[in-house]
């Protein structure tokens, strides 16, 4: 099992950044793949990245394609999102997620959620 902890969330200009960081818990975080969901007001959750244990293989939703990374430091048992070229229709809270199964599983229906950390990007 793992607890997973987001920080990082803020206020924003657009065109601005903001780096998101997942903190986990347990010996055996390189063990999960890695995700990062956002819920805006009167929406459903959405995908946004996605990571496999090693680090080498990303995915990302088409909407944050080229402005959004997602790395991950095993020492640190952390996981991050480099937010940038922010947009107002960026804003929502923003969810760790975590799988043993792999990106795919990440990406469908993780087993393990943080408590998420809001973004509000003003235009």
């Known amino acids: 099992q793992v607890q997973l902890v987001e920080s990082g969330g803020g206020l924003v200009q657009a065109g601005g950044s903001l780096r998101l960081s997942c903190a986990a818990s347990?010996?055996?975080?390189?063990?999960?793949?890695m995700g990062w969901f956002r819920q805006a007001p009167g929406k459903e959750r959405e995908f946004v990245a996605a990571?496999?244990?090693?680090?080498?293989?990303?995915r990302y939703a088409d909407s944050v394609k080229g402005r959004f990374t997602i790395s991950r430091v095993s020492t640190e048992n952390t996981v991050y999102l480099q937010m940038n070229s922010l947009k107002p229709e960026d804003t929502a809270v923003y969810y760790c997620a975590a799988d043993r199964r792999g990106v795919s599983t990440v990406v469908s229906g993780p087993d393990y959620w943080g408590q998420g950390t809001q973004v509000t990007v003003s235009s």
């Open positions: 347990g010996r055996t975080f390189s063990s999960y793949a």
């Open positions: 990571i496999n244990w090693g680090g080498s293989s990303t």
